[in-house]
C-alpha cells in the first residue's frame, strides 16, 4: 500500500518537525514548505493527498496560499492556526479549506481529523445506493468521479462545495437546514458558524453562473435553508 503524502506549510522549523514526527509514526510521508510560495512550487512538482497549512506565516498567509490552491486543485486542506476567533474560520473555510485545528493540539486530534478529511474526500457517497449520473439540463454531477460538468466542460470545486452541491442534488425533494448540512459536511464536532454554508452556496452559484449555466439550481427557501430545483424538477 501507499504511503499518504503530506505537503507540512509552517514557517516554524520547530512545528514542521512535530508535524512530521506525529505523521511518520502513522505511517505517513511528508514534504514540508517554510512559505506559501515554496508550498505552490512543490504542489507543482509532487501529487499529496492532504495540506497542512498554517495560516500565520510572514510573505503569504495560509489563507492566501489556500485561495491559490483552490484555483486549480480540490486537495484536502487541513488549517492549523493559533487564532480562535470563530470569524477566522468562517473565512478559511469560506476560501476553501475543508477542515481547522487550532493550536495546540494533541497528535491524536491531528490524525483523527486528516484520516476524517480523507474518508470523507473518498468515500462520501459510498454508503448509500446513488445513480452514477445526475442529469439536469446542461448540468451533469458524478459522484462517484465527483467531478461536474455544465455542458461539455468540467468545473473545479472544492471537496466541501462539491459535497454541499452533491448532497442538495440527491435529495430534491428535501429542504436542507444549514444546521443538516453542517452535520453532513463537518460532523457533529464542528465549532463554527452554520453560516459558513452560506458562503459555500454563493461559490456554488458563482461557479455555476461563469461556466454558463443558464439558471440556479440551489434555491434559497426563506426561514429553512435550501434545495435543489432544475428546470423540470416541480417539487
Not at 121 to 138: A, D
Not at 170 to 199: A, C, K, P, S
Request: charged fraction near 25%; glycine fraction near 6%.
Amino acid at each position: 500500500m501507499n504511503k499518504l503524502q503530506i505537503l507540512i506549510v509552517d514557517d516554524e522549523w520547530n512545528m514542521r518537525n512535530l508535524l512530521r514526527i506525529y505523521l511518520s509514526k502513522e505511517g505517513m510521508s511528508t514534504k514540508e514548505a517554510s512559505t506559501g510560495h515554496e508550498a505552490l512550487q512543490l504542489l507543482k512538482q509532487h501529487s499529496f493527498d492532504l495540506i497542512l497549512l498554517d495560516v500565520m506565516m510572514p510573505d503569504m498567509d495560509g489563507w492566501q496560499v489556500c485561495k491559490l490552491v483552490r484555483e486549480s486543485s480540490s486537495i484536502p486542506i487541513l488549517m492549523l492556526t493559533a487564532r480562535s476567533e470563530t470569524k477566522d474560520k468562517v473565512r478559511g473555510l469560506g476560501i476553501g479549506a475543508d477542515d481547522y485545528l487550532t493550536k495546540p493540539f494533541e497528535p491524536e486530534e491531528l490524525v483523527a481529523r486528516i484520516y476524517s478529511l480523507l474518508r470523507r474526500s473518498t468515500l462520501t457517497f459510498v454508503q448509500q445506493p446513488q445513480e452514477k449520473v445526475l442529469t439536469y439540463p446542461n448540468f451533469k454531477i458524478y459522484p462517484e468521479a465527483r467531478e461536474v460538468h455544465i455542458q461539455d466542460t468540467s468545473i473545479e470545486f472544492t471537496l466541501k462545495e462539491f459535497d454541499l452541491l452533491a448532497t442538495l442534488a440527491q435529495n430534491t425533494t428535501r429542504v436542507f437546514t444549514r444546521e443538516e448540512l453542517v452535520e453532513r459536511l463537518w460532523g457533529n464536532n464542528y465549532e463554527g458558524e452554520n453560516r459558513v454554508i452560506d458562503t459555500h452556496i454563493k461559490n456554488i452559484r458563482e461557479k455555476l453562473h461563469k461556466a454558463g449555466l443558464a439558471y440556479n439550481p440551489v434555491q434559497t427557501v426563506w426561514g429553512l435553508g435550501y434545495k435543489f430545483r432544475a428546470p423540470g424538477n416541480q417539487v
